[in-house]
């Protein structure tokens, strides 16, 4: 059975860093594109970061973009979210989802219920 469980969240100060980890069951990392999301309340999933195993494409949201890194490490079937700079607009529920991925080039363009979704890590940056 797929499944992903994300972990590493909590309470951080403005200006703080937090370091969130995906870790994936049930299949190798390297077939799969890893995405990272987030949703705080009242507003819309955001795509934050993603990352494709097989070609080794990465992607961020302009929002993160520099501040946050994703990265993985294939021995312990393992997607990190490295989060610095926080800021009190980072407050939200991290999710990591899991797709099927063995293209030569890009990422995926859009991510739904078929996908292997993870419960989620609570994120809040406050001082």
């Known amino acids: 059975q797929l499944q992903v469980v994300e972990s590493g969240g909590g309470l951080a100060q403005p200006g703080g860093s937090l370091r969130l980890s995906c870790a994936a069951s049930g299949f190798t990392l390297e077939h799969f594109a890893i995405g990272w999301f987030r949703q705080a309340p009242g507003k819309e999933r955001e795509e934050v970061a993603c990352i494709s195993v097989f070609n080794g494409r990465l992607s961020y949201a302009d929002s993160v973009k520099g501040r946050f890194t994703i990265s993985k490490d294939n021995a312990l079937n393992t997607v990190y979210l490295q989060m610095d700079s926080l800021k009190p607009e980072d407050t939200a529920i991290y999710y990591c989802?899991?797709?099927?991925?063995?293209?030569?080039?890009?990422?995926?363009?859009?991510?739904?219920?078929?996908?292997?979704w993870g419960q989620g890590t609570q994120v809040t940056v406050s001082s």
């Open positions: 989802a899991a797709q099927p991925w063995l293209s030569d080039v890009g990422l995926p363009s859009s991510w739904d219920d078929d996908d292997t």
